[in-house]
Antibody
Framework: EVQLLESGGGLVQPGGSLRLSCVAS????????MSWVRQAPGKGLEWISVISAGGDSAYYADSVKGRFTISRDNSRNTLYLQMSSLRAADSAVYYCAKRMYCTKTSCYGFDYWGQGTLVTVSS | DIVMTQTPLSLSVTPGQPASISCKSSQSLLHSDGKTYLYWYLQKPGQPPRLLIY???NRFSGVPNRFSGSGSGTDFTLKISRVEAEDGGVYYCMQNIQFPPITFGQGTRLEIK
């Protein structure tokens, strides 16, 4: 079965930076767009970013636009999220998620999720 | 942004009884290709979300047939025909017809009595 393993979370001070990684296995990583979704403690799910299969296009939620950058290295089967100017409101478990399928015009759904990595922004 | 509203926010069900969760979207999720881009997920404590239903009514691989999705346009329902102890957790609906952003409902917590 598809495996996604996030890492890189931890405690960071407000205004600081952190880079998350998600290593994928058991599927052809370079064929699928990938996303990051986060969940603040005790809260619901918030989509934050998606990147195309080839890495040439990306979209962001307004809450992270200009501060977070999604990228991928298909040769390493790895998805990244570079986070900067971190705020307390960014504290959450960050999940990487695989897009389920694509049509000619767009891609849809998330069929597999990693276990998540916890980011805590606090002084 | 499309707003997804789930009701109820919590429910408590005895094993063997049915359960139903509603999800309403602020815009139609019916695409011009004829598909409806509404998804249902279950998140158990300490675990990531797990896909149950895609395109409003299709069960994902390995999902028991006691789970069913229905609805169209802006109104959708997830039904569990006979709740089992393992079905407890938080259920989320998600829309993907329009992005960014992809949006989720607030979640519905299902407690097994």
């Amino acid at each position: 079965e598809v495996q996604l393993l996030e890492s890189g979370g931890g405690l960071v001070q407000p205004g600081g930076s952190l880079r998350l990684s998600c290593v994928a296995s058991r599927f052809t990583f370079g064929n699928y767009p990938m996303s990051w979704v986060r969940q603040a403690p005790g809260k619901g799910l918030e989509w934050i970013s998606v990147i195309s299969a080839g890495g040439d296009s990306a979209y962001y939620a307004d809450s992270v636009k200009g501060r977070f950058t999604i990228s991928r290295d298909n040769s390493r089967n790895t998805l990244y999220l570079q986070m900067s100017s971190l705020r307390a409101a960014d504290s959450a478990v960050y999940y990487c998620a695989k897009r389920m399928y694509c049509t000619k015009t767009s891609c849809y759904g998330f069929d597999y999720w990693g276990q998540g990595t916890l980011v805590t922004v606090s002084s | 942004d499309i707003v997804m509203t789930q009701t109820p926010l919590s429910l408590s069900v005895t094993p063997g009884q049915p359960a139903s969760i509603s999800c309403k979207s602020s815009q139609s999720l019916l695409h011009s290709d004829g598909k409806t881009y509404l998804y249902w997920y279950l998140q158990k404590p300490g675990q990531p979300p797990r896909l149950l239903i895609y395109e409003a009514f299709n069960r994902f691989s390995g999902v028991p047939n006691r789970f069913s999705g229905s609805g169209s346009g802006t109104d959708f329902t997830l039904k569990i025909s006979r709740v089992e102890a393992e079905d407890g957790g938080v259920y989320y609906c998600m829309q993907n017809i329009q992005f960014p952003p992809i949006t989720f409902g607030q979640g519905t917590r299902l407690e097994i009595k």
